[in-house]
């Protein structure tokens, strides 16, 4: 009964009183100091423009603050946290602003001269004085939180990251149905470390659609190459690491926003998944995690996004995607890194009761499947099958086709029976294994290249492409001819050009969109990239991944 009576009395003084008080204000003092003037008749038009708009804005200001507190906003009965979403993540105090962006918008449809110049300013001087006191009570009601909530959440002009993030929300609300579950889990406290799977390659966004508070991504080095996307990327918040160096910079720069009160999202793979599987957790994924053992880790399952980017394809594809957050994971100091990547991988893998719901609503789906079922899984012919539009792959010496379906598993004949595998189970069975590397080219082709190499060298494999050196952060292109992979390294050559990377000193194979292949020469510390139009990048990963482990016993970073 007393809070109804509070809630009572509160609407009374705020929305009638008050309102009252200053359009009699406005009234009187036109009447006394502007008699018989008005504004121009051009500002009605403009001031209906603010009015609407600060009126809806309000009305959705006072039912999110309702939805997600519980309470009215009365000062008599403040909540007991922190609103940290919907606007709230964007203005610390919207009511006020919106109803002196209404307050302003009425006097331009009064014509009121008093009320624009005279009535709105001191009024807005009265809520800012207001705000400061309000703020000084918050912060002795919710201490260090609310200090690192007024970090995140400008007092009045939104930062350019949520301006950035509109034309990235609408694409997705034009290509995507995206349905989020369990925003109750959402923590009223900062900071807090999102993760997830890393399937599509606007990941960041989605989550950022689903989390609507700014999320400090951590993101690789190579988004960072350009002046431009260094630009875009910093303006969005982002973090660069470095993905085969002891990244220390990047790693302060983490530490200092987490201290600062920032959630950060980040992908314990370290990339994109090419089959849709969630891949391992990369080690210094979980060592940072572990690291910040006080931060609670929110996981985020996302199904539906790899039928409509898979990393093969070239461009986006229509489908339903389905995002639930869920209850944030206290870290448990003494758990090992393999317990807590068991723990944490079982909250943000798809089920796959629910992938195999969701569709890709394309017609021409196949495009560079090939890239990754890079041979046939039924005879191992060591050519890729042909992409046959809109759906299938076909194998020109044993006859099978492979068809995609809008699922993304695989309908196939082998022998006499029929057969539905997932893309990841394919790649799986055709995927480069040591007793292939001397039977995937013809003795004729070797035989072509064999002056290229010393005379020792066995040839493995080769096929065209074009060599990217790195300098000061920027590749620049060194030899546009062919990759020779032996037993003993990777050449590249031209009729003029050649360089040559020893395979024992190669420390990293790591893949940059689907057709860039880096190679990190540890010994001389230079990084090198190699692009391919027609074969694979992730074929070539492969081949160098089991060639170095069998024969030199060293295991490389391919993440």
């Not at 603010?50 to 009365?74: C, D």
């Not at 009045?156 to 034309?167: D, E, G, M």
């Not at 807090?192 to 960041?204: A, W």
């Not at 991944?545 to 295991?555: A, N, P």
Request: glycine share 4%; net charge positive.
């Amino acid at each position: 009964m007393k809070k109804s009576a509070y809630v009572f009395l509160y609407f009374c003084v705020f929305w009638i009183l008050i309102p009252g008080l200053l359009y009699y204000a406005s009234l009187l003092l036109d009447k006394y100091l502007f008699p018989g003037s008005r504004l121009i008749a051009d500002t009605v038009i403009p001031g209906y423009i603010l009015g609407i708009a600060g009126f809806l804005m309000l009305l959705l200001t006072l039912f999110q603050f309702k939805q997600f507190s519980g309470e009215f906003p009365v000062s008599a009965t403040p909540p007991e946290k922190i609103i940290m979403r919907g606007v709230f993540t964007v203005w610390r105090h919207p009511i006020y602003l919106f109803a002196s962006v209404m307050l302003i918008g009425i006097a331009l449809i009064m014509r009121s001269k008093a009320l624009l110049i005279i009535v709105s300013p001191v009024f807005i001087i009265m809520v800012v004085l207001y705000i400061i006191r309000e703020e000084a009570i918050l912060i002795k009601r919710f201490g260090d939180q609310y200090i690192k909530y007024k970090r995140n959440v400008p007092f009045l002009v939104p930062r350019l990251r949520h301006w950035l993030t509109i034309p990235g929300f609408i694409l997705l609300k034009s290509k995507f149905r995206i349905k989020v579950l369990n925003r109750e889990n959402l923590p009223s406290f900062l900071p807090f470390i999102v993760i997830s799977g890393h399937r599509h390659y606007l990941d960041p966004i989605i989550i950022n659609y689903a989390i609507p508070m700014p999320l400090t991504q951590i993101a690789t080095f190579e988004m960072f190459r350009s002046p431009f996307n260094r630009r875009l990327f910093t303006w969005f918040g982002a973090i660069p690491r470095k993905r085969f160096l002891k990244d220390m910079e990047g790693t302060q720069r983490i530490l200092s926003k987490l201290r600062s009160g920032h959630p950060i999202c980040l992908f314990p793979e370290g990339g994109r998944s090419w089959t849709g599987k969630i891949r391992p957790f990369k080690p210094e994924s979980m060592k940072l995690i572990k690291h910040f053992k006080d931060i609670p880790v929110l996981p985020v399952r996302i199904e539906g996004n790899y039928h409509s980017w898979p990393r093969w394809a070239n461009h986006l594809m229509r489908s339903d995607i389905t995002v639930t957050i869920e209850k944030p994971v206290l870290i448990d100091s003494d758990a090992s890194i393999d317990d807590l990547e068991k723990t944490l991988r079982e909250l943000v893998e798809p089920r796959e009761e629910i992938e195999n719901e969701k569709i890709c609503k394309e017609k021409n789906r196949i495009e560079n499947l090939s890239k990754v079922i890079y041979r046939c899984p039924v005879c191992m012919n060591s050519h890729p099958p042909d992409e046959i539009i809109p759906d299938s792959l076909y194998c020109n010496k044993c006859k099978t086709r492979f068809t995609l379906r809008p699922d993304f598993r695989i309908d196939f004949t082998c022998g006499n029976i029929e057969k539905i595998e997932s893309i990841h189970n394919l790649y799986n069975r055709i995927k480069i294994i040591y007793s292939d590397i001397y039977n995937i080219l013809s003795e004729d082709l070797i035989n072509l290249y064999s002056d290229y190499l010393d005379q020792e060298e066995k040839l493995i494999y080769l096929s065209p492409c074009q060599l990217w050196t790195e300098t000061k952060d920027i590749f620049e292109i060194s030899i546009k001819g062919t990759c020779l992979v032996s037993d003993k390294s990777v050449t590249v050559i031209d009729k003029k050009e050649k360089l040559t990377i020893p395979l024992k000193d190669i420390g990293a194979v790591t893949i940059e969109s689907n057709y860039k292949l880096q190679i990190y020469n540890e010994v001389k510390e230079v990084l090198y990239q190699l692009t391919f139009n027609e074969d694979s990048a992730l074929k070539y990963q492969d081949l160098l991944e089991v060639t170095i482990r069998e024969l030199f016993k060293k295991q490389i970073i391919t993440r």
